[in-house]
């Protein structure tokens, strides 16, 4: 099934479900409680992002052959970073370059998100996929000098901007993929193709990832997994590949869909 979160004319906004000809029906109740998906047709202004306030936990160099494009050894064990609720945006709407802290480096990076359904700690691998609930496309924009010039060592700064965590265009629930580790994902910037890879060159994969972050921590529903980006991103290119005013990002992931942006500069 697939899950949107919509907003109608009179400004209510919440979830339905999409069919294939393109209509949506209302769902009611808790997506990750009890729900029904009922007859009724949802007025859909505006697609929003699948979820808001939630937990997004980031997983940074988790492709082989991103790792060797950015010359780094592969990790010990998964490298974590945070975004803020406030990085996440709507599908469609403006990726923004920072301008009141400036930055000149913003990059690209399609990656699977994971969805958690269900309170989970402690999981092992084996039983890790039970508590997905769902898959949807994010991009992991980075502004990249201050991740690694004037972040002071940490990556938050340069990775939880305002519209730094697109994600969308809806949630596909996990019995629709059987395997989230052999899916092909790609970014589209202007038409062109700059990365296109298979989930399968994950260092860790999904249930790997689920295993480690839940150890000794409590991973609430409705928590977002970042799982890592594969190699083509923008800072690898000769020449560096930055993103301006005017881009449009497309972020495409096989069984999901695609989730667009365009990329405006910030107004100060």
Not at 134 to 139: I, L, M, V
Not at 152 to 161: H, L, M, N, P
Not at 213 to 232: K, Y
Request: hydrophobic share 35%; proline share 6%.
């Amino acid at each position: 099934m697939k899950i949107i979160r919509y907003i109608d004319s009179s400004g209510f906004s919440g979830f339905g479900r999409l069919d294939e000809h393109g209509k949506v029906y209302k769902i009611e109740g808790d997506i990750f409680g009890s729900y029904t998906v009922s007859d009724n047709l949802a007025e859909v202004m505006k697609v929003l992002a699948p979820l808001i306030h939630a937990s997004i936990l980031c997983i940074g160099l988790n492709y082989r052959r991103h790792a060797a494009e950015s010359k780094m050894k592969l990790p010990e064990f998964p490298v974590l970073f945070l975004k803020a609720a406030n990085s996440v945006q709507n599908p469609g709407d403006p990726i923004y370059i920072p301008r009141k802290l400036p930055s000149e480096k913003v990059d690209y990076e399609c990656e699977l998100a994971v969805i958690i359904g269900r309170k989970c700690k402690n999981v092992s691998r084996s039983d890790a996929l039970d508590y997905v609930f769902g898959y949807t496309c994010a991009n992991d924009v980075s502004a990249r000098d201050w991740q690694v010039n004037f972040g002071g060592g940490q990556w938050c700064r340069g990775k939880t901007f305002d519209s730094f965590c697109p994600l969308g265009p809806h949630i596909v629930t996990a019995d629709e993929i059987e395997d989230p580790n052999d899916l092909q994902i790609k970014t589209i910037l202007n038409g062109k193709t700059v990365q296109d890879w298979n989930t399968n060159d994950m260092i860790f994969d999904v249930q790997s990832l689920i295993e480690f972050l839940s150890g000794s921590t409590t991973l609430l529903p409705g928590t977002v997994i970042l799982t890592g980006t594969p190699h083509g991103v923008g800072m690898a290119s000769k020449p560096p590949r930055w993103l301006q005013q005017g881009d449009s990002v497309i972020i495409e992931i096989e069984k999901i869909g695609q989730l667009i942006n365009p990329v405006e500069s910030e107004i100060i």
